[in-house]
């Protein structure tokens, strides 16, 4: 009967005041709104980092031309190598179905390919991601791999007709034969490998010698030219979507947190003025023999409303707004696969989050405002 | 049923407020406090409600010593006495009968016994059929007749009127000045602080006279003088 009494005296307030107390639900209900929608984002960036991560890390590409015991002899060199955690072949026909599987719907698209032109390749998991340059920069000269760092010809990377050729300051690469080099591409002298990128297209380049160690011998045998077109690594877009993740994260909260200090002031200005408002009734009530408590519940019943009701609201606008980027997303953003937050999820931290929000604010003011 | 010894009261820039009064009220008395605005009636009272500390002397209400008294204990204090004020100290928000009610209510009285009790006191204090209006739609005399009535809702044992009639006009004094005899007359002690001369010459009861804080006189079935 008494919480009865102290609720009608709460929302009496709520509706006397009903301008300013539109102004703190209004607050509750943006702050709230965009910790809502702020946990979506996180919520499907995360998944889609975890989908990443859980992908190849890299993925070596098989000559068309290697034999059937160069294929197996680069097995049992992955499958030696102690960071790997797992691996898996896949044949011709295979990277074929998966096109296929992957283009439903599209399958005329691949009617116009004649023969089956997807290379064979090796998919390597790694114990740890950062891992990948390294073990990746391993298959870069292997016979059996499709490294074609020159164009228009046979494709053997460690024949090039042209060769190396070194001055003082420079070392000049050579495609020679009328073949061109291609646009990505790695120098190997000795045992340093430099990575050229956005090469111009042309049968030559050169690059200062001060790059590479001054030992490095340009007369070595071992000196070669390699491109990355054989070998891909999913390391990059893992770190890329983890670092998306963690600023969508960092960014998201620290706006949240901005919104939530925002509310709290005005909730606490708008019990505030509720008490200026009745301070001579308050001290009425003193008089006539109130406790403390049975003068401040209204006021600490009205905040928890005011964030009770926002929390509401923005609930109700989170989950539309979420559902149907959901569906704008499923039906014409397929390979990206939004997914909602689980309502009861959002529901507890938005109502929470509302009435936390509403009972700072209101304690805010009592300890203020209300000394009694 | 009150006990003032040796009390002094000092406001803050050096003003006197009261200043070694020594009184005695009985249970069951019906006594005023005159004198001029200043004298320090209204003093007197608000160290009676415990609105704040005496600088000087011990005071005890009902066999309590306010300067002994725990904080949590004050709400309990307050409600043992029922308080009229000159100017009603109604809440403008709630009905007639929520007002007396509220005073119910801080006692955490069950609803029912509130329902019941409310319409009775209206009905005592003439106010039956006005339960439902707001304080402002009342006249003077008859907000101040709601304010009586939330006093003794309770049943204190001491009742404190400062200057109740001092808004109102004689005809409707008479009747409020009726409404507090009539509480005394059930056993409750009674204490009024007034300068109304007409109201304590015909009533002929106990006059505790102040002047500059002191007390200058005080004798039984007195006149104002």
Redesign the interface.
């Known amino acids: 009967m008494r919480f009865r009494f102290f609720f009608g005296e709460a929302i009496d307030s709520l509706v006397r005041n009903w301008v300013m107390s539109l102004a703190g639900i209004v607050t509750v209900l943006v702050s709230m709104f965009v910790l809502g929608i702020g946990t979506f984002v996180f919520f499907n960036v995360q998944r889609a980092a975890s989908g990443v991560t859980q992908k190849l890390e890299i993925e070596v590409f098989i000559k068309n031309a290697a034999s059937q015991d160069e294929i197996n002899k680069l097995g049992d060199e992955i499958r030696a190598m102690p960071e790997v955690r797992d691996m898996n072949f896949v044949s011709k026909d295979e990277a074929m179905n998966r096109l296929r599987d992957s283009m439903k719907g599209h399958e005329d698209v691949l009617q116009a390919l004649s023969g089956n032109p997807l290379p064979a390749s090796y998919e390597i998991f790694l114990k740890d991601t950062n891992q990948t340059q390294e073990v990746a920069s391993r298959f870069y000269d292997n016979p059996a791999v499709d490294n074609s760092a020159i164009t228009n010809t046979a494709r053997d990377p460690i024949k090039l007709a042209g060769g190396l050729s070194a001055s003082a300051t420079t070392m000049t690469v050579t495609a020679g034969g009328g073949s061109q080099l291609a646009k990505d591409l790695y120098i190997r002298v000795d045992h340093e490998i430099m990575r050229v990128t956005d090469n111009p297209v042309g049968d030559k380049i050169s690059i200062a010698r001060g790059l590479f160690g001054t030992t490095a011998d340009t007369h070595a045998d071992g000196a070669g030219v390699y491109s990355t077109d054989g070998v891909k690594t999913g390391g990059k877009t893992t770190e890329r979507v983890n670092m998306v993740a963690n600023y969508t994260l960092i960014g998201g909260s620290g706006f949240v947190v901005l919104l939530a200090v925002a509310s709290v002031l005005l909730i606490s200005n708008t019990i505030r003025l509720s008490i200026f408002a009745r301070r001579r009734e308050v001290e009425i009530m003193r008089l006539v023999g109130a406790t403390n408590w049975f003068i401040r519940w209204p006021f600490v019943i009205e905040g928890i409303a005011t964030g009770l009701l926002g929390a509401t609201g923005a609930v109700i606008l989170v989950i539309i707004v979420q559902n149907s980027i959901v569906n704008m997303i499923k039906q014409q953003l397929t390979f990206l696969g939004a997914e909602a937050v689980p309502t009861f999820w959002l529901l507890l931290a938005i109502i929470g989050g509302g009435m936390l929000l509403g009972s700072v604010g209101s304690a805010l003011a009592l300890r203020r405002f209300l000394k009694i | 049923m009150i006990r003032f010894e040796n009390v002094s009261k000092v406001y803050d820039p050096n003003i006197v407020g009261l200043d070694g009064v020594n009184v005695h009220i009985d249970r069951g008395e019906f006594c005023f406090l005159v004198g001029h605005s200043g004298s320090g009636k209204s003093t007197f009272i608000r160290l009676l ?1 415990k609105e704040f500390e005496p600088t000087k002397g011990s005071i005890t209400v009902a066999g309590r010593n306010l300067q002994r008294m725990r904080r949590a204990a004050l ?6 006495i029922g ?1 009229v004020f000159q100017d009603f ?5 709630k009905s007639v009968a929520d007002n007396v009610a ?2 119910l ?4 009285q ?2 029912r016994s509130i329902r019941r009790k409310v319409p009775e006191i209206l009905q005592l204090v003439g106010l039956g059929d006005k339960m439902n209006n707001l304080p402002d739609e009342l006249s003077a005399g008859e907000q101040q007749r709601v304010s009586v009535a ?1 006093a003794f809702v309770n049943h204190p044992s001491l009742l404190v009127a400062d200057e109740p009639t001092g808004n109102l006009d004689p005809d409707t004094s008479v009747g409020i000045m009726q409404l507090l005899y009539r509480i005394n007359r059930t056993g409750t002690t009674v204490l009024m602080a007034t300068h109304d001369r007409e109201m304590v010459d015909k009533m002929r009861k106990r006059v505790i006279a102040l002047e500059d804080g002191k007390v200058i006189r005080d004798e039984d079935k007195g006149l104002y003088r």
Do not use: E, F, I, Q
């Open positions: 409600l709400p309990h204090h307050r409600r043992s308080c100290k109604l809440l403008p928000n509220y005073a209510r801080v006692t955490g069950p609803a939330r």
